[in-house]
Nanobody
Framework: EVQLVESGGGLVQAGKSLRLSCAAS????????MGWFRQAPGKEREGVGS????????YYADSFKGRFTISSDWAKKTVSLQINSLKPEDTAVYYC?????????????????WGQGTRVTVSS
């Protein structure tokens, strides 16, 4: 059974940085991608970006280029999301996802597995 466990969320001041982590287990896929999504209160879920297990390439939705960085440690099956210069509008539940897709996307339907999410609250 695939399990994705996020950590690193919490309350943080605007302007600070935060690093979220996701530990994946329970699978033996040869090629896959892991992505990050978020859902702010009262808003639709947004795709932040994703990273490929094949070559470590990354893809970001336009809105998330610059302050957001996805990295991975495939030996440990973990991915991280670094968020810099946090803003109150970054307040959301952040989800880690895994998909057996051939091209990186930020479309939720492409990811079969989802973590429970970790909440990030940014105070002004």
């Amino acid at each position: 059974e695939v399990q994705l466990v996020e950590s690193g969320g919490g309350l943080v001041q605007a302007g600070k940085s935060l690093r979220l982590s996701c530990a994946a287990s329970g699978f033996t896929f040869d090629a896959y991608a892991m992505g990050w999504f978020r859902q702010a209160p009262g808003k639709e879920r947004e795709g932040v970006g994703s990273i490929s297990s094949i070559d470590g390439s990354t893809y970001y939705a336009d809105s998330f280029k610059g302050r957001f960085t996805i990295s991975s440690d495939w030996a440990k099956k973990t991915v991280s999301l670094q968020i810099n210069s946090l803003k109150p509008e970054d307040t959301a539940v952040y989800y880690c996802t895994l998909g057996t897709l051939s091209e990186l996307t930020t479309s939720p339907v492409d990811y079969e597995y989802w973590g429970q999410g970790t909440r990030v609250t940014v105070s002004s």
